[in-house]
């Protein structure tokens, strides 16, 4: 069956350690999403990716990194730079990037700094 | 200027009762789509349903309608004769033509209590 798979499904970091959370996908879409979500909050868009080897900022990319080296995956490294980093965190993708898209997601990773 | 605005934070509503939740909107662009999203507990993101904005209809997905007002800039979802397992998170969002990558912008939600 088609669809998001993220690992780890729970993380705990150290301070001052960068860590990676991975996102793969098997539908084939073009567009990739990384999202955060605190507490009770709705999501914020941390990177996006239309294209392999391209990505954007989205509203809260301090802190953060991305590669799009292949179609299918989407990593996200969380660095030492972002200073309050316990968050449940989302990826998604869709089709395409219009409107008319809505996102499958993955079932998310649970980080919190110990 | 919050895109997406979800004024209840939590609902509640008797098993096989109906219930609204609300979504208010704001955009400049003509070409848009508006989405719902259920989060249960497991905190997986489950779409729902989509309206575009140049659909002439109300969307509707089962036993979840979405009350498009174009106008008033509101994207309702109606749940039909709730079941306990509609009780999670609910989420609205949209994403605007207008936008690279056709990104979404979500609400803060709506804690969505169905009671036996």
């Known amino acids: 069956d088609g669809g998001i798979t993220q690992s780890p499904k729970y993380l705990f970091r150290k301070e001052g350690q960068n860590v990676t959370l991975s996102c793969e996908q098997n539908l084939n879409h073009d567009a990739m999403y990384w999202y955060r979500q605190d507490p009770g909050q709705g999501l914020r868009l941390i990177y996006y990716s239309q294209i392999v080897n391209d990505f954007q900022k989205g509203d809260i990319a301090e802190g953060y990194s991305v590669s799009r080296e292949k179609k299918e995956s989407f990593p996200l490294t969380v660095t030492s730079a972002q200073k309050n980093p316990t968050a449940f965190y989302l990826c998604a993708s869709s089709v395409t990037g219009t409107h008319r898209d809505g996102y499958t997601f993955g079932s998310g990773t649970r980080l919190t700094v110990v | 200027a919050q895109k997406i605005t979800q004024t209840q934070p939590g609902m509640f509503v008797q098993e096989k009762e109906a219930v609204t939740l609300d979504c208010t909107y704001d955009?400049?662009?003509?070409?848009?789509?508006l989405f719902w999203y259920k989060q249960p507990s497991s905190g997986e993101m489950i779409f729902l349903i989509y309206q575009g904005s140049y659909d002439e209809q109300n969307a509707t997905e089962g036993r979840y309608s979405l009350n498009f007002q174009k106008a008033r800039k509101s994207a309702n979802l109606v749940i039909s004769a709730s079941q306990l397992g509609d009780s999670a998170m609910y989420f609205c969002a949209m994403r605007e033509d207008n936008t690279n990558a056709g990104k979404s912008t979500f609400g803060d939600g709506t804690t969505l209590t169905v009671k036996p």
């Open positions: 955009t400049s662009d003509q070409s848009y789509g």
